[in-house]
């Protein structure tokens, strides 16, 4: 898909690739961005902001890596072949010019007006972008004895119309105690971190307290 990730067509194919997407594949990180991060020779260059950005993101995560969901592709799918054409939802089929072979002028003027009215309609249908945030939250557990297999079932039992859980891991803190970072991504518009950070709270069972660790605009 993005060709040889070690050159700078790659790379490029990448950049443009993630200017318009979050992911390698759908919302959350997968084992699909794990390969692709792998195939990178380093971190990309300032002059890929939007590779760089990912791959900072990515590789925050650290062995958290391994538990990124499987992907939907194998990883030479997106490390092996030429480079990705730049997305733009099958625009080219749209011959704006017509056919060569059409002598009439007055055909070719009807050929080319009906093609400019698909390729407009076309575009009007497209849905706009929706805004989303990706947010990696910090629980931490009350004591050493806490079940974490509980407090993180318990976490990602919440359900929201705009919320996707992702990745999680533990993070030790001292004292044979370690916190839950879990990671989700959620539809401005429908989710507000605040009452998610509040929801997760409400678990007092396991919960001593919730922080945003990171968040990034999607």
Same mark, same amino acid.
């Given at each position: 898909m993005f060709g040889d990730l070690k050159t700078p067509a790659g790379v490029k194919a990448l950049n443009d690739f993630l200017a318009e997407n979050s992911y390698i594949e759908g919302y959350v990180p997968s084992q699909a961005d794990a390969a692709v991060l792998n195939a990178l020779k380093?971190?990309?260059?300032?002059?890929?902001?939007?590779? $760089?950005?990912?791959?900072?993101?990515?590789?925050?995560?650290?062995?958290?890596?391994? %538990?990124?969901?499987?992907?939907?592709? &194998? =990883? +030479?799918?997106?490390?092996?072949?030429g480079a990705a054409p730049a997305a733009d939802d099958d /625009?080219? @089929?749209?011959?704006?010019? =017509?056919?060569? &072979?059409?002598? @009439?002028?007055?055909?070719?003027?009807?050929?080319?007006?009906?093609?400019?009215?698909?390729?407009?309609a076309k575009k009007a249908k497209k849905p706009g972008v929706i805004a989303k945030t990706s947010v990696l939250f910090d629980v931490k557990?009350?004591? +050493?004895?806490?079940?974490?297999? &509980?407090? $993180?079932?318990?976490?990602?039992?919440?359900?929201?119309?705009?919320l996707?859980? =992702?990745a999680n891991k533990l993070v030790p803190v001292g004292y044979g105690i370690s916190k839950l970072q879990v990671m989700c991504v959620v539809e401005d518009?429908?989710?507000?971190? /605040?009452?998610?950070s509040e929801k997760i %709270? @409400?678990?007092?069972?396991?919960? %001593?307290?919730v922080d945003i660790a990171a968040m990034n605009k999607i």
């Open positions: 380093g971190a990309p260059g300032a002059d890929t902001p939007h590779a $760089l950005r990912w791959y900072n993101h990515i590789k925050s995560f650290g062995e958290g890596i391994k %538990q990124f969901p499987k992907a939907s592709k &194998d =990883g +030479d799918a997106y490390t092996k072949g /625009d080219d @089929d749209v011959d704006l010019f =017509g056919s060569e &072979d059409e002598e @009439d002028d007055e055909e070719k003027k009807r050929v080319t007006e009906e093609r400019l009215a698909a390729y407009a557990p009350w004591d +050493d004895e806490t079940n974490m297999d &509980d407090m $993180l079932a318990s976490v990602k039992s919440i359900e929201m119309d705009g996707v859980w =992702g518009e429908k989710v507000s971190i /605040d009452e998610l %709270q @409400d678990f007092e069972d396991f919960v %001593q307290s």
